[in-house]
């Protein structure tokens, strides 16, 4: 099962300057339960400091994903990587990794999220939906988008991009299963409170 609630660290952007071993936990205890670690320039005993704060959480169900970096997700035992266009194809990165990996990738187009479907991916995210930061004069693609992306797709498509928790049930409608966000987790002024509203948002969209 792929967790509804997604953090994507992404340096400073991701965290607001702070730590990142103290915003994974904060956003573990508020109700995220999926991790993909974006930080290309971490050190490896940087990453084995994040996987131990993790540790406890993982237990309780957290999924921490490697962007890009399967050397990252078998030394440290992690439970897959995050893909895109220019990374190494999803089916190689199957065979490496094994049946059990979750294995995502980062997704533009419908045809993009159903080839990688096709070529064994566990998940997709669809980006951007809302105009975001990340992406400085990119429009969304919106809701209506997100849901011809997700039509006829036959494993769960996380929506990311400008996110937040009143747009939950919005992209959860137009057939997303969950979310994905950077800033609007990490960087929130309330860390451990922004991934409780995405959770709660999550839960009552769904009911």
Do not use: N
């Amino acid at each position: 099962m792929i967790p509804r609630l997604c953090y994507i660290s992404d340096g400073e952007r991701g965290t607001g300057g702070r730590p990142l071993r103290d915003v994974l936990v904060r956003l573990a205890r508020g109700g995220v339960r999926l991790v993909i670690l974006r930080e290309p320039d971490a050190k490896a005993a940087e990453v084995a400091d994040w996987m131990q704060a993790l540790a406890p959480f993982r237990a309780s169900g957290l999924r921490v994903l490697a962007s890009r970096r399967l050397d990252w997700a078998r030394a440290f035992g992690m439970d897959g990587v995050h893909l895109a266009a220019d990374a190494i194809p999803v089916a190689e990165a199957r065979g490496w990794l094994g049946p059990e990996a979750l294995i995502g990738y980062s997704a533009h187009s419908a045809a993009e999220a159903r080839r990688v479907e096709q070529s064994g991916a566990s998940y997709v995210t669809l980006s951007p939906i809302y105009p975001t930061g990340s992406k400085p004069g990119a429009p969304g693609r919106g809701e209506s988008w997100l849901a011809e992306a997700t039509r006829e797709l036959g494993i769960p498509a996380l929506a990311l991009g400008g996110l937040r928790p009143s747009r939950v049930p919005g992209v959860l409608g137009a057939g997303a299963w969950g979310v994905a966000a950077v800033s609007a987790l990490g960087a929130a002024a309330d860390i451990e409170a922004a991934a409780g509203d995405f959770a709660a948002a999550l839960l009552e969209a769904k009911e």
